[in-house]
C-alpha cells in the first residue's frame, strides 16, 4: 500500500503531530509506504512528491506549522489562474505516476470539498480536520483551536496589565472568519469585560454605557472581538484574494471599533489585531494530543478501505462523516450556546 499525505489551507498548530500519527500507524501496523505531497493540493499539480520515511517524522510533534508546507490558493477543480478551468486530469496523473492507493488530506472547510471533489472522480480519500477557527461542521474540535485559544487568552491578560495601569480601554481583535468560537472561550479564559461574536449582535450604547462606568469608577475595560463581527452592518475585509476558494480575508473590525468609540470616551482606547500570532507556533499538549487521535483514526480508515470519509470529534468519542456533509456550511456559536449564557450571567456583556 502507497499513502499519500498533503495539508491543505492555513497552516495550524498540530498539523505535524497528525502527519506523525497517520505515517507511523501505517507504517507500523500496515507496512505501508507513506509519501508526503508538497504545499497542499499543488504538489499534486507539480508532481511534487516525496517518500518519508518514518526518520522524517520524528521529532515534530510539537511542532508548529507544517512539514510538508501548505498553499490555500490551489483548487485543480477550479484554477483561478487559467479562468476557473477543471485541470484535476493533471493531479490524477500524479497520483498514477506515483501510484499511490489513497490520499490522507488534512485541512479545513475548502480542503474537505476539494477532498470530496476527488472522491467523487474515484480517488479513495480520507480527511482530517484542521481549523483554529473550530468552525467545520459535525466535529465539536479541531485540533489548533485549544492552541489559538491559550494565545488569545494569554494575550488578554497582557493587555488587561495595560489597561489596568492607564485606565484604558483595550480591544483584542481575534480571527475566526464567520465563527466566534476564539473570541467566545479566549474572552472567557481572559476575563474580558466585553465579548463581541459574529452570531450575536454587539450593543453599541450598551458598550458605550459598560465603557463609561468602569472608567467613572477607576476601572478599565477588555474587549474580545472576533474579526467576523460586523460594525454598522459592515464586515471588516483586509484583503480580497480573487484566485482563492475563499476569496475574503477579514481583518480590521478592532481598529474600526476603536475609531467608533474614542470620540464618544473619556478614557483612551488602543486595539491589537493579534492575527497570525494565534495561529503560529508549538501546539498545545491537548491539541497533541487530539492531533495524534486524529492521525490514528484517519489511518484505521484507510486500512479498512472506508474512502469519501472525513475523522470526526463528537462528544470524547472518535468517529468519521461522509466528506460531501462536511462541506455545506460552517459551525457557528449557536446564540443561545451554554458558554454565551455563562458569560452573560457573570456579568460579560455579549
Ligand atoms: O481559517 C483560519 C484563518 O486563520 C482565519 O481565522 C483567518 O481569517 C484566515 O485563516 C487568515 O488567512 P490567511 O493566512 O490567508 O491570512
Redo the contacts with the bound molecule.
Sequence with gaps: MHIGLLTG??D?PGLNAVIRAVALALMRDAGARVSGIRRGFLGLMDNQVQPLSAADVQGIVAQGGTILGTH?RCDPFHDGQAGGADRSDIALQTLDEHRLDALVVIG?DGTMAIAHRFAQRGVPVVGVPK???N?LLHTERSFGFDSAVSVVAESLGRLETTARSHGRVMIAET???YAGW?ALEAGLAGAADVIAIPERELQLDALLARCDEQHASGGCTLISIA?GVSLDGQLSVQ?T?AD?PDPL???GVGMALQRWLQPQLRAEVRSVQLG?VQ?GGTPTAFDRVLATRFGWQAAQLVQRGQFGRMVALQGDTLTDIALQDVAQGCRRVPPGHPLVQTAASLGVLI
Excluded: K, V
Aim: aromatic share 0%; net charge neutral.
Design positions: 489551507g492555513g495550524c490555500n479545513g481549523t483554529i477557527d468552525d480571527m475566526g472568519r476564539i474579526e484583503q484574494l482563492s480575508r477579514l481583518g497570525h495561529r
